[in-house]
């Protein structure tokens, strides 16, 4: 990401100063910005410390390991997305969306406009591209997932979200759509087995047989 992603500019941070008081987090906290900085590697040599971290409210969020659950519903979600989009949008896993100048979360899986896709260079994208989230919870992130990072993604005006449950090692998905006035999700369908929607597209997808 560069800083032509953000809402605001901030000054260019090197690593040594985004790292020299860990884990406390530099002067001013931590930025979208900021992330494109640091290096994989942690700041005692540890290996791909910062492979996988996300900023909430200004905070670093270390992601666990995942279930196999976690990784058989991000794959098959894209896979299916991917074969049944309009040829102008595609699905993506794990990209980041710079919401704010301290906002910058990781969605399971997004759905972007095809052309922004194209740029391999990419590492993160803003709401005007992003058209829907999809963030399947796991037992570490129950609270980011059901209740922050939807708040933020309302907030930023990104139309679509869906909420995917693990009941009994089945996906159960939770479909929301963005209230304009209130700038807030509103459910509109529970889906068991089936997920048969009209927007962002037409979406028929079953969810005991997704590709593995």
Known sequence: MTSTLSEETSTTREVGELL?????????GWTADDLDRLPQEGPHGEPDFFKHVELVDGALIFMSPQKRFHEHVLYGLRTCLNAQAPKQLKAVTQMDVVLGPRQRPCPDVLIIDSEVAKD???????????????EVVSPESEFRDREAKPRRYAAAGIQHFWLVENNADEPVVYVYELDPV??????????HG???LADPFPIDIDLSELPD
Do not use: F
């Open 182 to 191: 209130n700038q807030s999700y509103v459910v509109t369908g529970i889906h």
């Open 20 to 28: 020299a008081n860990w884990p406390y987090p530099p002067p001013g």
């Open 120 to 134: 391999r260079s990419r590492t993160a994208y803003v709401p005007q591209e992003v058209h829907l989230v999809v």
């Open 194 to 196: 089936r997920l048969k």
